[in-house]
Each structure stands twice: as structure tokens, then as C-alpha cells.
């Protein structure tokens, strides 16, 4: 046995360990968020994302621009997923939580260089997280729901730089609108619910062409062209089940010998049915949405009756529509009563970009809304779309939480500061991750600077040297290249962006730190059966090239 190799993983399997492998990670890591980084702020370019099909998009949101990308990297999808959390939790911050853990790992290196156990720089991140949330939390500013300026200056700060510039005042005042109509409050405690909210879009027309309809769109037309193209005071009638006849359950045959059989058999059908109609009139309404089918000559009843009528309606819109109008979703009709209907002050049918649209608007007190977004071209419409759903989740999370901070790299510089302070009072070698936790946190107002085109080192001196006077809300203005007071210029984010990115970012950068092992195992070699029974070398050829020995070309 001496000397004889163990062999304890699979042939072809790669292992790489120590020093290698947490360089690798954290270069693959870093790689990420320099991709990242430039998109940064109110003076972040855009990226261009070409899949494989050919489809294009143009943003510059960072979860989105790390979600096109197709990273093959263990670790960089760790950095991915960073982004990915942050959208899911927040809605914005995604490239700063990239950025962030970029950055940690980075300051993480040189401290590996200087022989420091990455489990102890684990520690000091860790502690360093602590305090930082602990800094954020005493820079928060209390926000009420009723103060609607402030939250349209949160809702303009999440779009800002991000395609939506143009028209960001008239996008963030709907945004804001929407958000505060379905906010739900229980026990105190106030809820938003994003999925109350849809955003219809419609290429043509302008981006100032959106508007915010109080109730609901849905993308489908009247079923009967002698309906009434326009219901006003409308009640609507929510149903589930289908305005047709059913099927027996079990299979049967009727025998049918005559004509006036066959008569009869129809008249009783067509009886049937207009029984079902009966029952829709008879209840009051003047609309009636329908998720499932309903049948040619209901649809004829219906319209003779002056009913307007839409069906196969999305359930997911048909809840919608409940939480509008006030309706019940019925699924017996014998049980409808007057109460279980909505109301709606309008229900019309309207032609927009090219596609009949129905418009169910003048609701009281609507529990669910439509966004209705205009722009040029289906870029100029994705990108305004993207802007707009991180002010709407901004909002939301600024009016749940009722916690503000201000912006412009102003949080980041404090917590900085305060970190330096903290590592002062520590011992040991986590003093230096605490160290360079805090100068990973600068990397912020650093690219701020950077995008904008200014001098970073003398932005970052600025904002330091206004931060130590006990300006504590001084941040960036990148179109004037000042450092100025970010509450007064309305320029705020919730507190919630901020404290989900150190969270995030610290939580994956240790977990990169802490691998020190990487086993990659590569793809069995396909076997005879799946090369169609070929044996090994090609065509059934020994090794080298057509019989040749080894070595003779």
C-alpha cells in the first residue's frame, strides 16, 4: 500500500483551499459589484442587457441588471443574491447593498494580507453591523402619513437617475396617491399592500400621459357589441361561475326520434338559460364581470337587457375589483342579494394605445387602484415601470415604518465616523475590521462623487469635516457639487433601504469570508449507452488519430 494515492473524490473534481480560495470568492465577489457600481446614484449610466434570444434591456436597477447577467461564480451569486433580498424586502438600495458587500470584501483582503483570521474580521463586521444599525436608528426622523409632501420627496429620491427624470415630480405624486389609498390599518399599525396596486402598460402617447385611475383597468372588451358602451352608477355583479349550461356529471345519452323533440329539447335549453339571466337582472346589476365563460345566447339576453358584461376575467383582477368596489365574488347565483354588489361611479369601455380597455372608475373609498403608464417606446415604458415600482415600495415601507433618513451618502458618513469612534474603545484585532467596516461604508458618497464626475477625495474630506461640526444630515449634491443639508433639499429615503443594507451586505460578506474550500465537481464524462454505444475514442478508433500511435501527426 505504500505510496499509493487515495483517491477521495470523484476523478475530474477540483479543490481549491486556504489563501486561494477566499482570494478567488472575493475577487469574483468584487467583480460583481464593480459591474454594479457605476449605476449609482442620481448620475448612474445605464446598462445594456442583450440575452441570447436577442431581447434588450436598458436599466440601471441593480437587481435587475444582476439578474439578466448570467453569473456562473458561486460566490458572485452570493452578491447577487445580496441584491435580490434587498429588492424583495425593500424595493430600492439594490446596487448599494452590491456595492456594500463589494467593498467589505475588499477592505477583508488587505486585512487577510496582514496574516488577520478571517473569522475574527467576521467578528468585528458583525459587531461593527450592530453598532451601525444602532447609529441609523438614532438618525431617524419620524414621517406621518398625512405630511405628503415629505413622501413625495421619498418617492422622487427612489427615482431619481433612474430613466424617469423627465417626468419624476408627476410619477412620484401618483405613486404617493396610490400607496396612501390602499393602505390598510390594524391595531395602530399601518400596512400596504403592493399587489393592490397594478400598473397597466400602454405604449404611445407620453410619459405624461399616466395617470392613476381610483379602481381598476382590466385589459379586455364588452362581449356583445349591442351592450352599452358606457354604464353610469354602475352596480357590478362579481362572478365566479359560468352563465352557462353544465355539463352532466356523469355521461348520458338523450335519444331524440322527432323534430319536435329535438325542438323542444332546444326551447328547453334556451329556458334555461334565460332563467340564469333572470336571476342576473333580477339582482339589480347593471354590470357583470365573469371569470369563467358565458355562452353566445346569454350574451344576446344580456345585451337586450342593457347589461354591460365582460368575461374570463383574471381571478387575481376579479379580487381586485372587489377590493374596489365593494363586491362580493359570488359563486351561487340563487344567493345573490342587492348587498353583495359593487358600486362603481362609472364602468366605460375605452380605446387606449390601439387596444379596448374596460375603465371602472369613481369608486367609494377603492381599497385597489390602476396605474395607467404612457411613454414612447416599450424601453422608455419598462424603464419608467422599474422606476415606479421602487417609489411605490419606498413608500409603502416609509409609511409602514414611519421612519425617515436623509440621503445623499449623509447616513453612510455618520455611521462612518461614529464606527471609528467605536473601534477606539474595542480590543484586539477586531478594532481593525471595525476599522475597515467603516471605510468600506464611505465607498457610497465616494461613488456618488465618482458618477457625478466630481473629486471624491474632496467630497468625502467635505462631507467628514461637515459631519464632525455635528451636521449630521450633510450629504452629496451631485448637480451642484456642494456638500449641503439633505433635509432641508427634501432629498430622504426610509430608514428601512438603509438598515437592509448593512444587514444584507455584512451577512454575505462573512459568509464569503468564512469559506476556505472550494470542491467543484465537473460532469461525468457521458457513457457509452448515452454516445449512442459507441465505445470511448471516436467512431470505435483506438486513442490517437485513426490508429495512429501516440505521437505521429
Not at 446614484?41 to 434570444?53: A, I, W
Not at 448570467?70 to 441584491?83: Q, R, T
Not at 403608464?373 to 419606498?394: F, K, M, N, P, Y
Request: net charge negative.
Amino acid at each position: 500500500m505504500a505510496g499509493q494515492p487515495i483517491f477521495i473524490l470523484k476523478e475530474g473534481s477540483k479543490r481549491t483551499r486556504g489563501r486561494d480560495a477566499q482570494s478567488n470568492n472575493i475577487m469574483a465577489a468584487k467583480a460583481v459589484a464593480e459591474a454594479v457600481r457605476t449605476t449609482l446614484g442620481p448620475k448612474g449610466m445605464d446598462k445594456m442587457l442583450v440575452d441570447s434570444m436577442g431581447d434588450v434591456v436598458i436599466t440601471n436597477d441593480g437587481a435587475t441588471i444582476l439578474k439578466e447577467m448570467d453569473i456562473e461564480h458561486p460566490a458572485a451569486k452570493m452578491v447577487v443574491e445580496v441584491a435580490k433580498t434587498q429588492d424583495d424586502e425593500v424595493g430600492d438600495g439594490t446596487t448599494s447593498a452590491a456595492v456594500v458587500a463589494g467593498e467589505l470584501l475588499k477592505k477583508a483582503e488587505d486585512l487577510i494580507e496582514q496574516e488577520i483570521h478571517p473569522t475574527i474580521i467576521a467578528s468585528g463586521y458583525r459587531l461593527a453591523a450592530e453598532k451601525a444599525i444602532e447609529v441609523l436608528n438614532s438618525l431617524a426622523m419620524s414621517v406621518d402619513m398625512s405630511n405628503r409632501n415629505l413622501l413625495v420627496s421619498i418617492a422622487e429620491t427612489a427615482m431619481t437617475g433612474k430613466g424617469a427624470e423627465a417626468s419624476k415630480r408627476l410619477l412620484s405624486e401618483i405613486a404617493v396617491d396610490a400607496v396612501t389609498s390602499v393602505v390598510d390599518t390594524n391595531e395602530k399599525k399601518k400596512t400596504v399592500d403592493r399587489d393592490n396596486i397594478s400598473v397597466v402598460k400602454k405604449v404611445g402617447g407620453r410619459v405624461e400621459d399616466s395617470e392613476l385611475i381610483k379602481g381598476m383597468i382590466i385589459d379586455k372588451e364588452r362581449i356583445h357589441a349591442n351592450m352599452p358602451e358606457k354604464v353610469k352608477d354602475a352596480k357590478l355583479l362579481l362572478l365566479n361561475a359560468a352563465i352557462e349550461l353544465k355539463d352532466t356529471e356523469v355521461d348520458a345519452e338523450i335519444s331524440i326520434t322527432s323534430p319536435d323533440q329535438l325542438q323542444s329539447f332546444l326551447d328547453q335549453e334556451e329556458q334555461m338559460l334565460k332563467k340564469i339571466v333572470q336571476k342576473v337582472i333580477g339582482s339589480g346589476a347593471n354590470v357583470v364581470f365573469c371569470q369563467k365563460g358565458i355562452e353566445d345566447l346569454a350574451q344576446h339576453y344580456l345585451a337586450k337587457a342593457g347589461i354591460f358584461a365582460i368575461r374570463r376575467v383574471k381571478k387575481s383582477d376579479m379580487e381586485k375589483l372587489a377590493r374596489a368596489t365593494g363586491g362580493k365574488l359570488i359563486t351561487n347565483m340563487d344567493e345573490v342579494t342587492p348587498e353583495d354588489l359593487g358600486y362603481a361611479g362609472l364602468v366605460e369601455e375605452k380605446k387606449v394605445g390601439g387596444d379596448n380597455m374596460t375603465f371602472v372608475t369613481g369608486c367609494n373609498n377603492p381599497k385597489a387602484v390602476t396605474i395607467l403608464l404612457r411613454g414612447g417606446t416599450e424601453h422608455v415604458v419598462d424603464s419608467i415601470t422599474s422606476a415606479l415600482e421602487d417609489a411605490l415600495r419606498v413608500v409603502g415601507v416609509a409609511i409602514e415604518d414611519e421612519k425617515l433618513v436623509a440621503g445623499g451618502g449623509s447616513p453612510e458618513v455618520e455611521v462612518a465616523l461614529r464606527l471609528q469612534e467605536y473601534a477606539a474603545t474595542l480590543e484586539g484585532r477586531e478594532q481593525l475590521a471595525v476599522k475597515a467596516y467603516a471605510e468600506a461604508l464611505e465607498v457610497i458618497p465616494r461613488t456618488l462623487a465618482e458618477n457625478a464626475g466630481l473629486d471624491p477625495i474632496d467630497m468625502l474630506m467635505e462631507l467628514r469635516s461637515q459631519h464632525e461640526k455635528g451636521m449630521k444630515t450633510a450629504g452629496l449634491d451631485v448637480y451642484e457639487g456642494k456638500v449641503v443639508d439633505m433635509w432641508k433639499n427634501f432629498v430622504v429615503e426610509p430608514l428601512r433601504v438603509k438598515t437592509q443594507v448593512i444587514n444584507a451586505a455584512t451577512e454575505s460578506a462573512v459568509m464569503i469570508l468564512r469559506i476556505d474550500d472550494i470542491i467543484a465537481s465537473t460532469r461525468a464524462a457521458p457513457g457509452p449507452e448515452e454516445m449512442g454505444g459507441m465505445p470511448p475514442g471516436m467512431g470505435g478508433m483506438p486513442p490517437g488519430m485513426g490508429g495512429m500511435p501516440p505521437g505521429m501527426m
